[in-house]
């Protein structure tokens, strides 16, 4: 079976770089600086990675709010790898003070700058006695000590650790902490959507989206709201929810919301969290409710249509059992799972194990399920398929959540099973 890929994991090592992540984690608090001691193209990196998500967030029918912090580099040039580049950070640091009067500073260190052994903290160090502004440094050097995920929780740490103290907590209101495409993202929309439901106010997104004047009041909050995911995100994300109960005394939930029981689930956790059972237990009646008819409504269509599923992605990045179940909620006629060839054994192996939780299913490999496709009605896959007779869903790395996420995921089944378009790909 040919597959075409616009994105492979094969292997659970990082290569990403820690600058993107430490952009990322004040991207959007004003009265922050960021500066990338780095050669010029490094911040054209994190500010195209930023248009991509705006578009991604456009086409995702949601206006995002571009109006980040300013973001500098110290422009690394080849002599600097002979001579060191200590004057240049100097000098982008005496004008980004200048130029944009700052409430704080905060330095990403980049390969280059490992690489020739620049004291980039002792520098940081100076200029804030000197300009008399906090500066948070962080030594990830890009590539060279760290990835992405250490540059975000990095500095998100050192917020928690330098700005917040413990203060008298407001009922009723939360932060969310993470990421996931801001505020206006998909993640956060749906989650304050059922918060305020149940009376609950989000008054802010821990780290990248608080103006940095407001930071403080992250220790208002009654409790923690963490958009996790999996993997890296989930353990990073739990270790900075573990570090604001420790130093600040507020409770947090760390639950993932993806699909229709672990929304459930996660509702009837943050009525208990909060002291708000009755509430939460009213809300997820009306949610279920709204799921009841939607999916009585998709059943006219979904019922017995013969489906493969085609799993690529390593378990770490993929748990099937959110898609397994909104198959068996559509009873859609599960006729194989191919277990496509970008594993190796080792991998493989715990996809197996995580699949025999349901010994009703049928496991192919790629070159067995090259039979299923030709009877199947619908492939939903991991990876696209070069076949363009299918009618393809391919599913996204970061599913969406709560009852709006699983709902949206049907009414993508829903509409390629209702078209009379031979073959084709959608995205959720």
């Not at 500098?72 to 100097?90: T, Y």
Request: hydrophobic share 40%; aromatic share 8%.
């Amino acid at each position: 079976m040919a597959i075409k890929t616009k994105r492979f994991i094969s292997s659970r090592k990082s290569c990403s770089c820690s600058m993107p992540g430490v952009w990322r984690a004040v991207a959007y608090c004003q009265g922050v600086v960021v500066i990338f001691h780095s050669p010029k193209a490094c911040a054209h990196v994190a500010r195209t990675m930023d248009i991509n998500a705006h578009y991604r967030t456009i086409a995702d029918g949601n206006r995002e709010n571009i109006g980040s912090v300013p973001l500098l580099a110290s422009q690394l040039e080849e002599k600097d790898s002979i001579f060191g580049g200590v004057e240049r950070l100097e000098a982008c640091i005496a004008y980004a003070v200048q130029e944009y009067k700052p409430e704080c500073l905060v330095i990403a260190t980049s390969c280059v700058a490992g690489v020739i052994g620049d004291d980039v903290e002792s520098v940081a160090r100076r200029a804030e006695k000197l300009y008399k502004l906090p500066i948070l440094s962080l030594d990830c050097c890009g590539f060279l000590d760290g990835e992405y995920y250490q540059g975000y929780y990095g500095i998100t740490e050192l917020l928690v650790k330098r700005f917040l103290q413990p203060l008298p907590r407001t009922a009723g209101q939360v932060v969310l902490l993470g990421d996931n495409g801001g505020p206006w993202g998909h993640y956060a929309q749906e989650v304050t959507r059922l918060l305020n439901s149940m009376g609950i106010k989000v008054f802010g997104q821990f780290p990248g989206y608080m103006a940095f004047k407001d930071l403080p009041k992250v220790a208002t909050a009654e409790a923690i709201i963490v958009l996790g995911g999996r993997g890296q995100t989930h353990v990073g994300l739990s270790k900075i929810a573990e570090l604001l109960q420790e130093k600040l005394g507020i409770p947090y939930l760390a639950k993932y919301p993806v699909g229709w029981d672990n929304t459930q689930k996660w509702l009837e956790e943050v009525g208990r969290l909060l002291g708000r059972e009755q509430a939460a237990a009213r809300v997820l009646e009306e949610e279920r409710q709204l799921f009841t008819k939607r999916l009585q409504a998709y059943l006219q269509v979904t019922r017995n249509k013969k489906t493969v599923l085609c799993i690529g992605r390593l378990l770490q990045y993929f748990h099937p059992e959110s898609v397994l179940t909104t198959i068996r909620l559509l009873e859609l006629d599960l006729i194989g799972v191919v277990l496509l060839d970008a594993y190796d054994l080792k991998e493989k192996q715990k996809m197996v194990q995580e699949l025999a939780k349901h010994p009703e299913l049928k496991l192919c490999t790629a070159d067995e399920g090259e039979t299923l496709l030709q009877e199947a009605e619908l492939v939903l896959t991991t990876h696209e398929l070069q076949n363009r007779q299918l009618k393809q869903i391919f599913l996204p790395m970061l599913p969406r959540v709560g009852t709006k996420g699983e709902l949206d995921f049907m009414e993508m089944i829903y509409r390629r099973l209702c078209s009379k378009i031979k073959g084709g790909l959608s995205y959720v």
